[in-house]
């Protein structure tokens, strides 16, 4: 109860009155408390400060200077071209510290950041003009995600017995066999079955008969008979 509130009822119940109204005034001053201290009351404060600290930081944060707004003049001007209207509008959101200078920065290449552009190689649209984040492919004028449909470039796609992406490489698949029979993934690489000894031939055992013995042949691990030794010869000419 706040200093007001605690006047208010004390005037309450110093004034003549009946008893009734009296209680009435002291019921309606409680449901008041109540509803200023209710669940809601405190996440509405949260939420409240919450938002006053994030208009403060964003005041903080955004601090231009002659440096900084020279610098960002001559990235809008390099990225859309010296006095364009898109450069107008680049320039006017850096100096709120919004936009391009501040989501790309003013050292990265005019050619990396993501747009459609004209003849000259410069940006014509300051609207959709953006820089992809890492893990991201500029196709076209549009950021797209670097994965087996745009592994590395932007036409390649990771198909067959490597359809995964690793990086800018497509990859095969061990967990489900992509590379196909007599074969195996090893490194993301197809490999022959027991080509320089790979695990494939390595891990079969031929069992019960311990006359068998694993055999690659045309690139597949198979279980063959052993010939047995030759008779021993006894005896000389």
Known sequence: MDAKQFDTLARTLSTSGSRRGALGSVAGAALALLGAAGPGAAARRQHHDAKRRRVRASARKCSPTKTSNRACAQFCAAVFGADTAAASQCISAGAKCQGLCDTCGTTTAPSAVCCPRDSSGLCTDYATATCCSTGELCCGDSCVANNA????????????????????????????????????????????????????????????????????TAGICRCVATPPPPPPVFGGP
Request: glycine share 14%; hydrophobic share 15%; with cysteine.
């Open 149 to 216: 449909s745009h592994c590395g470039t932007c036409t390649t796609a990771c198909t067959g017995t490597t359809p995964d992406c690793n990086g800018t490489t497509c990859v095969c698949n061990a967990d489900t066999n992509s590379c196909g029979t007599g074969t195996e993934c090893q490194g993301g690489s197809c490999v022959l079955c027991g080509d320089c000894g790979q695990p494939c031939c390595l891990n079969i055992f031929c069992f019960p008969d311990p006359s068998f013995t694993v055999s690659c």
